[in-house]
């Protein structure tokens, strides 16, 4: 019961978080949901700053405010994560194809080859939430995140060429969480990567009526948290089946010292290892509670009719701190104790370096170094006629600095040690994730038409290049290529208030045939980590759909 209060007061504040910053756990990419009227417009804004959240898109946009203004935005969110795995013609893993995962045959009955397949569907359950502070990932209930408002404020002095200004806003935010029999948790039961602005000290200032510049500091919140269980379906642990079940078989329930010596205790365990079994399950939470990062903008303005825009958005480098727990399977302590358990076995483990005895749980301390990708944004503004207006930008992001993630514990583990064997770059107290993500460019559209005085109509266009090249592809991140569509419209209260109503939808879909893809599907026995789906065929598919209030005065 106790459990239960404290799960319910983190949802409780989880909630109030989240009307405090928005739509966290659903941004699942960057840019997508920080202003209502760049978010209609394609994001194409950097010519064409959208109040005051200049501050992210072209900080030089804030000299054009003027006296003390205030926006605030309300957000919804509601998004569908698929994953599809099935068998391909002649699947097998060292002579096995009773993947749990895709066969629909009874388990353990006495078969080691499947006799009827299956299509498996993975699906994200909804949003999670890494709480600042309380250093915990709560589930919000299924179904829109409504969330809001998000403040923001600016001011010019009378008479001043200064625009101060400062906003909360969420640059990237990435949340999720499956239900536990879920065929998709090899790859994240729960996940949640975030990066709140909760500072933006900015300033703005007007050179002449036609040029603009602009700078920002963000102080940020970053957070990575991660549930997973963890399987290695390839030929070793194939083999390892095979000795488990044709080899020590015969054997089962003798103790004999002659076995332990010749077999190196392989045979003791009660439950042997399998390419299909459950390993281990990882939980791991990081953060860091204050990372800088800096926008410089440039707006050029030379007419009604035109302008340019450019910003520099820098990378941001995190050292992020937090807990871990490893909870091993029956069968793999059952394994590495029982070897260890013998003389000729414990030697065997000592020369590979493995620990000869694991208990249930291992917990401790743990640390990764993240850098924020940089990016550039420049484009136009062109008004061909009094009421019609087109933007045009491109966008440049490095995703090239994430090669890998590198995350180091305080101490050794059985998991570390066997996956040194296998991953370059890890140790025994260093898990290296390759990534090796690619630099993007792409293009975005936004065209804006005045109805009437007081009515704009919007619309929007971005075809968003992939950051993972095929060889990474996974359904821990489902967003490859993408489309962004959205339209909106904005209403002239008053003379000092605007509204602005926007709705976006950005989908993304993917297939990656078995062994292409050597962060989810390859076949060699030396991808350990981390290939939990070796030889499926692979089939995504997300879909984010976004609405926005924008509420923006003068007081």
Request: with cysteine; charged share 20%; hydrophobic share 40%.
């Amino acid at each position: 019961m106790k459990n239960n209060y404290k799960r319910q007061g983190l949802r409780l504040i989880a909630c109030a978080f989240g009307m405090m910053a928005g739509v966290a756990g659903a941004q699942l990419a960057n840019n997508i949901a920080i202003d209502v009227k760049a978010m209609s417009m394609g994001h194409a804004v950097v010519a064409d700053p959208p109040g005051i959240s200049a501050i992210h898109f072209n900080p030089a946009g804030l000299a054009k405010l003027d006296g003390r203004r205030m926006d605030l935005q309300f957000l919804g969110a509601d998004f569908s994560l698929e994953s599809e795995f099935s068998a391909p013609p002649g699947y097998n893993v060292f002579g096995f194809s009773d993947d749990p995962v895709v066969c629909n045959d009874v388990p353990d009955d006495g078969v080691d080859y499947c006799r009827s397949f299956k299509k498996a569907t993975s699906t994200v359950e909804g949003i999670s939430l890494y709480v600042p502070f309380l250093n915990d990932t709560v589930d919000l209930p299924p179904g829109p995140l409504i969330a809001g408002p998000l403040p923001a404020f600016s001011i010019r002095p009378a008479g001043s060429k200064f625009t101060f200004a400062t906003a909360t806003y969420l640059p990237l935010a990435a949340g999720f969480y499956r239900d536990e029999d879920d065929v998709g948790n090899y790859m994240g039961e729960r996940v949640a990567l975030e990066r709140i602005t909760y500072l933006s000290p900015s300033i703005g200032y007007r050179v002449n009526d036609e040029l603009f510049l602009g700078a920002s500091i963000g102080m940020s919140y970053q957070a990575i948290a991660l549930e997973q269980d963890f399987r290695a379906p390839n030929e070793l642990l194939g083999f390892a089946r095979v000795i488990d079940e044709s080899i020590c078989a015969p054997f089962e329930g003798e103790s004999n010292i002659a076995l332990d010596l010749i077999l190196f205790g392989i045979c003791r365990p009660q439950e042997g290892l399998g390419p299909f079994k459950n390993l281990a399950s990882l939980e791991v939470s990081m953060d860091q509670r204050f990372s800088p990062s800096y926008n410089l903008g440039i707006l050029w303005e030379p007419s009604e009719r035109f302008a340019w825009g450019a910003t520099w958005r820098s990378a941001a480098k995190t050292h992020m701190k937090g807990d871990y727990k490893i909870t091993y399977s029956n069968a793999a302590r059952e394994t590495i104790n029982g070897i260890g358990g013998s003389a000729t076995g414990a030697l065997a483990l000592a020369v590979l370096g493995i620990p000869s005895f694991v208990e249930e749980e291992e917990v401790g301390r743990v640390s990764m170094d993240l850098t924020m990708p940089a990016t550039f944004q420049t484009g136009i503004k062109v008004k061909p006629t009094e009421r019609l207006q087109f933007n045009v930008d491109a966008v440049w992001a490095d995703y090239k600095e994430w090669d890998a993630f590198n995350i180091v514990f305080d101490r050794s583990s059985a998991v570390l040690s066997l996956a040194r064997l296998f991953s370059p770059g890890s140790s025994p107290t260093r898990l290296s994730y390759p990534l090796n993500f690619q630099s993007t460019w792409n293009l975005a559209f936004g065209a804006a038409y005045d109805l009437t005085g007081r009515i704009q109509l919007r619309a929007g266009y971005e075809p968003r290049a992939s950051a993972i090249p095929d060889d990474r592809r996974s359904p821990m991140v489902p967003i490859n290529e993408a489309r962004y569509y959205s339209l909106g419209l904005g209403y002239k209260w008053d003379k000092d208030t605007d509204i602005d109503l926007g709705i976006g939808m950005l989908h993304s879909k993917d297939e990656i045939p078995a062994d292409t893809s050597c962060a989810a599907n390859c076949t060699g026995i030396d991808n350990v980590v981390y290939n939990p789906y070796a030889g499926l065929d692979i089939k995504t598919e997300a879909q984010i759909t976004l609405i926005g209030l924008a509420f923006r005065t003068k007081f």
